[in-house]
């Protein structure tokens, strides 16, 4: 079983930024690929950055140039730096990571960017 635990989420105000974290623990074996997705109320959850065994990472169209994804494959935790955050921005933050074919998620986090 393996467990993902995100933290670092807050409620900020327009401009702030934030880091996410978040450990994965359990029985691991061989990482693949590690990411952030996120759900605002009533929307689907969507991909917000993904970063791969090799350091390749692809972002949402939306948080370009203002979020960045990194990764510690040796300690199984994967970050989200987040900068100049919008309100749009709000939502669950969740973390996944895929392992041998199996999909796991984290519990989520929530942000929230308001004034």
């Known amino acids: 079983q393996v467990h993902l635990v995100e933290s670092g989420g807050a409620v900020v105000p327009p401009g702030a930024s934030l880091t996410l974290s978040c450990p994965a623990s359990?029985?691991?074996?061989?990482?693949?690929?590690m990411g952030w997705y996120r759900q605002a109320p009533v929307n689907e959850r969507d991909l917000v950055a993904i970063i791969s065994p090799d350091g390749g990472t692809n972002y949402a169209d939306s948080v370009n140039d203002r979020f960045t994804i990194s990764r510690d494959s040796a300690k199984n935790t994967v970050w989200l730096q987040m900068n100049n955050l919008k309100p749009e921005d709000t939502a669950v933050y969740y973390c996944h990571l895929v392992s041998r074919g199996i999909a796991y998620w984290g519990q989520g986090t929530q942000v929230t960017v308001s004034s």
């Open positions: 359990g029985f691991i074996f061989r990482i693949n690929v």
